[in-house]
């Protein structure tokens, strides 16, 4: 079974500064993808960052990096230099390529951005 | 024109009503979901549609019927649902073909209040 963990649920940062937004995933299958999303006041996931299981890289998308240790099984994301819009819930999903169209999210990380 | 449009964004309704959720996608995806957010809860998968066809169905009671009239529209129609069934619901797109990553685009979605 497919499980995603994301053990804080909500995070303060000052902003300008850099937070980390932690996930752990759990999956027997080789080969998956791993997605953040940004989920505003306003209802709407909005996607952030992919990272594929078979990328030797860190992926990296603007002011988002992620932080992926395949062998630990996690994959946190990296927001640098903060800024208030970024204040939001914050979700990690997975989707194995053995599971067809199935997300697993996380329950979601609660960010607030402090001026 | 946004890329994927619900309606209504809010609905209340009774237990007895009839009541439809409608989504629009306006990005040339071959699959469309729908996902159920309820409070303290992670999303939850309910209906996915490739290509018209419905290809999972995540144990949802019958009480919520999808509908895929074609590739760019997808319906949930709802009848004498629960005060429980009071949620987020919302709906999603993504384009599965060779080489994408198959990330999901949401909609706003809709607020259903059961009283």
């Known amino acids: 079974a497919q499980k995603i963990t994301q053990t804080q649920p909500g995070m303060f940062v000052q902003e300008k500064e850099a937070v980390t937004l932690d996930c752990t995933y759990d999956?027997?299958?080789?080969?998956?993808?791993l997605f953040w999303y940004k989920q505003p006041s306003s209802g709407e996931m909005i996607f952030l960052i992919y990272?594929?299981?078979?990328?030797?890289q860190n992926a990296t998308e603007g002011r988002y990096s992620l932080n992926f240790q395949k062998a630990r099984k996690s994959a946190n994301l990296v927001i640098s230099a903060s800024q208030l819009g970024d204040s939001a819930m914050y979700f990690c999903a997975m989707k194995a390529d053995n599971y067809g169209q199935n997300f697993v999210f996380g329950p979601g990380t609660r960010l607030s951005v402090l001026p | 024109e946004t890329g994927v449009t619900q309606t209504p964004r809010h609905l209340v309704m009774g237990m007895t009503n009839k009541k439809s959720l409608k989504c629009e996608q306006h990005?040339?995806?071959?699959?469309m979901y729908w996902y159920k957010q309820s409070a303290k809860k992670p999303l939850e998968l309910m209906f996915v549609?490739?290509?018209?066809?419905?290809?999972e169905n995540n144990s949802v009671p019958s009480r919520f019927s999808p509908e895929g009239p074609n590739s760019s529209h997808l319906f949930l129609h709802l009848h004498t649902l629960q005060p429980e069934d009071s949620a987020l619901y919302l709906c999603a797109s993504s384009y599965g073909g060779r080489g994408e990553i198959g990330e999901l685009f949401f909609g706003e979605g809709s607020r259903l209040t059961v009283l």
């Open positions: 990272q594929g299981s078979y990328d030797q």
């Open positions: 990005l040339g995806h071959n699959a």
């Open positions: 999956t027997s299958d080789p080969s998956y993808g």
């Open positions: 549609y490739n290509f018209k066809e419905q290809t």
